[in-house]
């Protein structure tokens, strides 16, 4: 099985810090690589995704990942944070070979402090 | 464009009682999956139909656990008896087909605790 491992359970930063949430993802022949992020009580939202093509993906609110298929990781980015970025951060694999599951990370907890 | 819908949204029961949830996805999509999030731990595949066929259902603990998609549209899931461990929150996605292109889009999920 597929395995995804976020070295981070929580983050806190201030307010306009830039921030970095690591995933790392188990080998495979393909993949492909998403970050969803969960605010309080809500479901998962898509945040940007990596299928093929240029390595650095840029997503929804100011977020980017970049693809490393050497270090086989997808770590997601931003520049400056803002209070209301504060959630739970997944990052997800799917194998080329699966009709679609996603194998998820436990979640990286980002707070961002004023 | 409505979204998936989930309910209840939260359900308090016993150890040893039933309880079901219900999904209704996102009007066309074909694919429909249940996962479990357990707290601290991201999400996990239970099953996955393909209209009202199983794709997937290969981590669903079908002693006690059963699901259902009739018509390929609306989608229960059941526990039946709950046990402690079964306390979660139970997400409902869905995704226009399950090619590797396309978004599974999530429901805000039913938070189930067992006491």
């Known amino acids: 099985a597929q395995s995804v491992t976020q070295l981070d359970s929580q983050v806190p930063v201030f307010e306009e810090a830039p921030v970095e949430l690591r995933c790392n993802y188990s080998s495979s022949v393909s993949v492909y690589l998403f970050w969803y992020v969960q605010y309080p009580n809500q479901g998962l939202q898509l945040l940007l995704k990596?299928?093929?093509?240029?390595?650095l993906v840029k997503g929804i609110n100011g977020f980017e990942a970049e693809f490393n298929k050497s270090q086989t990781s997808f770590h997601l980015r931003k520049p400056s944070v803002h209070i209301s970025d504060t959630a739970e951060y997944f990052c997800?694999?799917?194998?080329?070979?699966?009709?679609?599951?996603?194998?998820f990370g436990r979640g990286t907890q980002l707070t961002v402090w004023p | 464009e409505a979204g998936v819908a989930q309910s209840p949204r939260y359900k308090i029961i016993e150890k040893r009682q039933s309880v079901a949830f219900w999904c209704n996805p996102i009007s066309g999509h074909a694919t429909l999956y249940w996962y479990q999030q357990i707290l601290g731990q991201g999400p996990k595949l239970l099953i996955q139909?393909?209209?009202?066929?199983?794709?997937?259902d290969s981590q669903l603990p079908k002693d006690r656990f059963s699901a259902e998609r009739l018509k390929g549209v609306d989608s229960t899931l059941k526990i039946q008896p709950a046990k402690l461990e079964d306390s979660a929150v139970y997400l409902c996605?869905?995704?226009?087909?399950?090619?590797?292109?396309?978004?599974?889009?999530f429901g805000q999920g039913t938070r189930l605790t067992v006491v």
């Open positions: 997800a694999v799917r194998r080329g070979s699966t009709l679609g599951r996603l194998y």
């Open positions: 996605a869905s995704s226009f087909n399950p090619d590797r292109n396309t978004e599974a889009f």
């Open positions: 990596y299928l093929s093509g240029s390595t």
């Open positions: 139909f393909q209209n009202n066929g199983v794709v997937d």
